[in-house]
T-cell receptor, first 110, second 110 residues
C-alpha cells in the first residue's frame, strides 16, 4: 500500500520554506526521499533510518517519527533548483524494496 | 553516473504484441528493480530481483514477467501489451544507501 504524501502541490517564492509529509499505514523501518525534475529520472536525496540516523543531502533536512509512522522533508530558503516532484519511499515489510508515494510537486518562482 | 542503462529509450508497439525492456548495470549490484510511472500514481513497483534467477513481485506485477540470467541484466517482459501498460518504465539499482534510477523507457501501446 502506497504511503500518503501531503500536500499534493506547493507553490513558493525563492527564499520561502516548505514541509512535505509522508504517512504510512505500516511500520516504518527506513524512509527514502527523492526529487524528480520534469522529463528526468528520480534522484536520491536522503535516507532516514530507524533510530534517527540521517544520510544524504546537505541543504535539505528531514525527520522520521517511528511511532506516528511519518516522515517529513524540510526545505528551507528554497531555491529555483528545488522545483520538481518529491517522492517518499518507505521500505517494504521485508526490507527489500521501496514503495513510493504519489509525489508532491514543488514549484519555486523568483 | 552509477552505470545503469535502459533500452530502448522510446518504443511504440501494438496491442497484443510482446515487448521486452532491458536494464543493464556495470557495477555488480545484487538488487535491481522495475517501476512504472503514471500521472497521479507516482512510482509503482512491478518486480524486483535480489540475485541471478531470484525475483519477486511488486505492487503491480500482473501482465509483466522478469528474468535475470546474469547479474548485470534485468529484463522486463510484457507478454501481450495492452493500452493500460502505456507508461514510463524506470529501472533502479541500489548504490550503497540510495537507489539510482536509469533514464527510463517511454512505452506507448497503440
Amino acid at each position: 500500500q502506497q504511503p500518503v504524501q501531503s500536500p499534493q502541490a506547493v507553490i513558493l517564492r525563492e527564499g520561502e520554506d516548505a514541509v512535505i509529509n509522508c504517512s504510512s499505514s505500516k511500520a516504518l523501518y527506513s524512509v527514502h526521499w527523492y526529487r524528480q525534475k520534469h522529463g528526468e529520472a528520480p534522484v536520491f536525496l536522503m535516507i532516514l533510518l530507524k533510530g534517527g540516523e540521517q544520510k544524504g543531502h546537505e541543504k535539505i533536512s528531514a525527520s522520521f517519527n517511528e511511532k506516528k509512522q511519518q516522515s517529513s522533508l524540510y526545505l528551507t530558503a528554497s531555491q529555483l533548483s528545488y522545483s520538481g516532484t518529491y517522492f517518499c519511499g518507505p521500505e517494504n515489510q521485508a526490507g527489500t524494496a521501496l514503495i513510493f508515494g504519489k509525489g508532491t510537486t514543488l514549484s519555486v518562482s523568483s | 553516473d552509477a552505470g545503469i542503462t535502459q533500452s530502448p529509450r522510446h518504443k511504440v508497439t501494438e496491442t497484443g504484441t510482446p515487448v521486452t525492456l532491458r536494464c543493464h548495470q556495470t557495477e555488480n549490484h545484487r538488487y535491481m528493480y522495475w517501476y512504472r510511472q503514471d500521472p497521479g500514481h507516482g512510482l509503482r513497483l512491478i518486480h524486483y530481483s535480489y540475485g541471478v534467477k531470484d525475483t519477486d513481485k511488486g505492487e503491480v506485477s500482473d501482465g509483466y514477467s522478469v528474468s535475470r540470467s546474469k547479474t548485470e541484466d534485468f529484463l522486463l517482459t510484457l507478454e501481450s501489451a495492452t493500452s493500460s501498460q502505456t507508461s514510463v518504465y524506470f529501472c533502479a539499482i541500489t548504490a550503497g544507501y540510495g537507489y539510482t534510477f536509469g533514464s527510463g523507457t517511454r512505452l506507448t501501446v497503440v
